[in-house]
């Protein structure tokens, strides 16, 4: 299996992913599209992964903007990630992160974002948010699935605190 950045030629099959993986359901596969055609759409952090010739993984990190009274400043959220049902569970997810989350530290980014699973991302380094310092008021969601990750390892979230904002791609 290997790691690749997205092609305008994966459309179909990405869509296709994220419809299975979510349950035949076609908002995250929309929330792609959006995403691709907003300013907030970063080429090389739309990840595919791929195995003999078919895409078994996608993930999209973009920007977003973490806000407090005077500032803000720019950080990375993680979503959608999907994994084809039949090739979940073998490590496909944590390739597609890790592989994410490295090309986000070479850009220079300082945080990564999400909501997610409590009990899947503390492994690639993702810890409770609110209890450093930032806030999510568009969404109502349990403090424990508020996450982010510090690439610089402790010395940004000293100083960089507020509420993460999400652009408008994923307030539809
Ligand atoms: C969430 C999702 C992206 C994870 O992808 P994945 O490829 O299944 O994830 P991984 O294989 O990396 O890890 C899943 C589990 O398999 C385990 N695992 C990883 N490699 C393994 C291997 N070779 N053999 C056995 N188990 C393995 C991991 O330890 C992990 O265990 P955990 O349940 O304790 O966390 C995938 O399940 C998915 O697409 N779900 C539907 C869509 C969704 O919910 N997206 C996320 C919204 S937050």
Same mark, same amino acid.
């Given at each position: 299996?290997? *790691?690749?950045?997205?092609?305008?030629?994966?459309?179909?099959?990405?869509?296709?992913?994220?419809?299975?993986?979510?349950?035949?359901?076609?908002?995250?596969?929309?929330?792609?599209?959006?995403?691709?055609?907003?300013?907030?759409?970063?080429?090389?952090?739309?990840?595919i992964?791929?195995?003999?010739?078919? *895409?078994?993984?996608?993930? $999209?990190?973009?920007?977003?903007?973490? $806000?407090?009274?005077?500032?803000?400043?720019?950080?990375?959220?993680?979503?959608?990630?999907?994994?084809?049902?039949?090739?979940? +569970?073998?490590?496909?997810?944590? !390739?597609?992160?890790?592989?994410?989350?490295?090309?986000?530290?070479?850009?220079?980014?300082?945080?990564?974002?999400?909501?997610?699973?409590?009990?899947?991302?503390?492994?690639?380094?993702?810890?409770?948010?609110? +209890?450093?310092?930032?806030? %999510? !008021?568009?969404?109502?969601?349990?403090?424990?699935?508020f996450?982010?990750?510090?690439?610089?390892?402790?010395?940004?979230t000293?100083?960089?605190?507020?509420? %993460?904002?999400?652009? !408008?791609?994923?307030?539809?």
């Amino acid at each position: 299996m290997k *790691i690749r950045t997205e092609r305008i030629s994966d459309y179909e099959e990405v869509f296709q992913l994220n419809y299975l993986a979510f349950q035949n359901r076609e908002d995250e596969s929309r929330l792609i599209e959006r995403i691709g055609l907003s300013d907030q759409f970063i080429p090389e952090l739309s990840l595919i992964a791929e195995e003999n010739h078919h *895409i078994v993984g996608h993930v $999209v990190f973009s920007k977003a903007e973490v $806000v407090d009274e005077e500032n803000s400043h720019e950080v990375i959220v993680l979503a959608p990630i999907a994994v084809m049902p039949s090739h979940q +569970k073998r490590g496909v997810g944590s !390739k597609l992160i890790q592989e994410g989350l490295k090309r986000c530290a070479e850009l220079g980014y300082e945080f990564v974002f999400l909501i997610g699973h409590p009990t899947y991302y503390p492994k690639f380094g993702f810890k409770p948010a609110k +209890k450093y310092g930032f806030e %999510l !008021k568009q969404f109502r969601v349990p403090d424990e699935v508020f996450m982010f990750c510090d690439l610089k390892e402790g010395t940004a979230t000293q100083q960089i605190k507020g509420e %993460l904002v999400y652009p !408008k791609s994923f307030l539809i």
